[in-house]
């Protein structure tokens, strides 16, 4: 499974075929449609290992106590998830996400909105728990979850440090309204 996570990974869900998933895997096509049923079945298992892949990190934020901070910790977390500073993958559920809008793809599309949906209520619970509404906490979780996505983004194609300072300046704004 790790092999074919990390291939997806690499190539995104369209360009992987089931040949390269053959070989990369070493087990033949009709193993691997036993298995998994389709080249899907495939990757929603990979997206799973790759949640997996994530689990410390949230658990980790889950059971903190240090609010906003934790949070700001989970993107540093999520960037060593995404691989070498000099060689980012980015974050597969959102790489996967900007590539797929088919209808006939709501399977990963689901999998996919859980995973953010997870991370969302994990952000609101931490703001709440620093005495911030729940609507509130709703609003800044969001521009957390589409920063987040930023940073996965930003990773593959920046410098880390200039991703650091990204990841500074969002939480400087979110501690700033936190003030108001």
Known sequence: M??????FWRNGYHNTSMSLLESTMGINK?????SFGSK????????KAYRDQHSSALIKLKYSQAGVADIKQFFYDCLTIYGAQDTSKGCLMTNTRLQINSEEETLIINEIQSFVDYQRQLFSKKLQEQNV????ALRIADYLIIAKQSVSAASKVHPIEQVHNFIEITFDAVNAKLLN
């Open 40 to 47: 899907q079945g495939v990757f929603l298992a990979s997206l």
């Open 30 to 34: 009709f193993s691997i449609y036993a």
């Open 133 to 136: 509404s729940e609507q509130q």
């Open 2 to 7: 790790a092999k074919a996570t990390e291939l």
